[in-house]
């Protein structure tokens, strides 16, 4: 039986074990330190922390060493590394989409709303370097958190400064921004921002983070990274396809003819056709190839174009293999105990087939397999052997929530002696007319029915009753002395049945006063009935015989 919740009485100091504020000014630090701080409100923590003095420790440790980084692992740090994926992924798609699609005349160039846009986002990530400069980091291959500041700026730099500073400068603003516009510097300082693309990694992996927070299930964490992914490529895609015509007005300065023949003829000349029916053709062949129902939509003669197909071609079929694996690996998830039961059923049809079993016998097997399975197949015991007594005991509780509700002897028992029987329950299917009990076989065991019926048969064969659903038979063979089955108990139909063995009834049963004493009231009564249905055959059956037999003439 599981407890109520724990609620500490012992009145411990602060969990931050930070200094009591004084102050507004002290308070609103104090504050600030205590997000900074690592937290157990972090989806990461309790899979590095694995109890709660270990987590206090890593504070206390961070603390005396005068400590003031950001906790890789704090409130501070999640929100932040959240804001950052929208961040990340707006500058992406924003630098790609001013590029491709926000096209001036070359003596006419101005400031876009996309590039005002650009510069909110630049800023962010200006803050973002400092930040990450001021944030510890866990090392992947000792899983140690450093938490110092020349480890956790050198790694910074080793890796991230240099793409973070170049994508994120203002260039391509600042040159709008002159009187004098030069088209090819203007295309290179475009093409800075792409830089950031990297980060998407980054991204996804904090986009999996924040998921740990509603679910712990891979399967809708691989979900929203392939969506956000599918998405941004299906963007860049559709900007890759206007890339050769780009290329060539930036650096020569008018638009050339020779690209774009999947447009009209009087279209082609990107200036003069909106940005809305660019963008809705682009990302439309795009998709087309990403599905593979339109190749040819893209007409191409330029190599360069060719080229440009061919990497959209090579790249989608590749991202849409990775899909189609991730789909198959969640199928093989989701249903891998019905195809365990189908691998196991096609193995009893061989062997069926190999021995030449009649089909009413085929027919049986099938159904006998198809009601123990539930056609999910797994290993009960390797599910429950890792887990303690008293988990297991409260799982058996759970899944015989339903045959407690339903047996009579069980009511106002104590829950823990109710656990301890029924962890000794071991399931048993019989199909219809498949013989339970014997008369005067040994009783080592007795049964409780979950659902289905059993018939009852005296001695001398005559048809007691029916138990069904919640009922239990077999105690009366424990109760004697010579442990002799007085009835026999048929199948009538498909049964599910628990059975008690004789050493857990005298173990469990025996020593519980009420269990006992309901038993025994039972264990008489119906040893009483089947001697009544007996006695009553018996007369019925010498009545019988000694009635004279009376022949008519008619019969003769």
């Known amino acids: 039986m599981s407890l109520k919740r724990h609620y500490c009485q012992l009145g411990f100091a602060s969990e931050s074990m930070l200094p009591k504020a004084e102050g507004r000014w002290d308070s609103f630090c104090r504050g600030l330190r205590k997000i900074c701080q690592v937290t157990d409100l972090h989806p990461e923590t309790k899979e590095h922390f694995r109890s709660y003095p270990a987590l206090v420790n890593e504070r206390k440790i961070n603390l005396m060493r005068g400590c003031n980084l950001i906790h890789p692992m704090s409130v501070a740090s999640l929100i932040w590394n959240s804001i950052m994926v929208v961040v990340n992924l707006s500058h992406m798609f924003v630098s790609t989409l001013r590029i491709a699609y926000v096209i001036d005349p070359v003596h006419f160039s101005r400031h876009h709303y996309v590039d005002e846009a650009l510069i909110v986002l630049d800023m962010m990530c200006w803050l973002d370097v400092i930040v990450k400069f001021n944030t510890g980091f866990k090392d992947k291959y000792t899983s140690n958190i450093v938490m110092e500041r020349k480890r956790v700026a050198g790694r910074y730099l080793r890796r991230w400064l240099l793409p973070d500073l170049i994508s994120s400068m203002p260039i391509a603003y600042i040159i709008l921004s002159l009187p004098v516009k030069r088209t090819r510097c203007l295309l290179i300082a475009h093409f800075l921002p792409l830089l950031r693309t990297p980060r998407v990694y980054t991204a996804l992996m904090d986009i999996q983070i924040f998921m740990k927070l509603f679910t712990s299930s891979y399967i809708w964490h691989g979900a929203v990274q392939l969506t956000v992914l599918f998405m941004m490529t299906t963007h860049w895609c559709g900007c890759l396809v206007y890339l050769p015509t780009i290329l060539f007005y930036y650096w020569f300065g008018h638009m050339s003819s020779n690209y774009n023949r999947f447009l009209k ?72 105990s019905t195809i365990r039961y189908n691998e196991l059923m096609n193995q ?195 009545k019988f015989n000694e009635k004279p037999i009376e022949f008519s003439e008619t019969s003769i």
């Open 348 to 542: 009893v049809k061989e062997y069926m087939r190999h021995k030449q079993f009649p089909v009413p016998l085929q027919k049986r097997v099938k159904t006998f397999y198809s009601q123990l399975y539930q056609k999910r197949y797994y290993k009960e015991e390797s599910v429950l052997e890792c887990l303690s007594e008293e988990l297991r005991n409260e799982i058996t509780l759970h899944t015989c929530r339903v045959l407690v509700d339903k047996v009579t002897l069980f009511k106002d028992v104590p829950a823990s002696a109710v656990g301890s029987v029924l962890g000794c329950l071991k399931p048993e299917v019989y199909l219809p007319n498949d013989p339970v009990l014997r008369a005067g076989d040994d009783g080592n065991c007795m049964y409780f029915i979950d659902y289905g019926t059993v018939a009852i048969y005296s001695l001398k064969g005559v048809e007691v009753c029916h138990l069904e659903d919640g009922a239990h038979f077999g105690e009366v063979a424990l109760l004697m002395r010579d442990s002799k089955r007085l009835v026999t108990v048929v199948a009538v139909e498909i049964t599910q049945l628990y059975r008690l063995d004789d050493i857990d009834f005298r173990q469990y049963v025996f020593t519980n006063q009420i269990l006992f004493e309901r038993i025994q009231t039972l264990a008489s009564q119906r040893m009483h009935e089947a001697v009544l249905v007996d006695r009553q055959f018996q007369r019925d059956r010498e």
């Open 265 to 336: 003829e009087s279209e082609r000349d990107l200036l003069q056709l909106d940005f809305i029916t660019r963008y809705q053709l682009g990302t439309f062949i795009t998709l087309s190839t990403f599905f593979g129902t339109g190749f040819t939509l893209f007409l191409a003669s330029e190599p360069e174009e060719l080229i440009v197909h061919a990497f959209i071609i090579l790249f989608s079929t590749v991202f849409m293999v990775y899909i189609l694996v991730f789909l198959l690996k969640v199928y093989m998830t989701l249903f891998s």
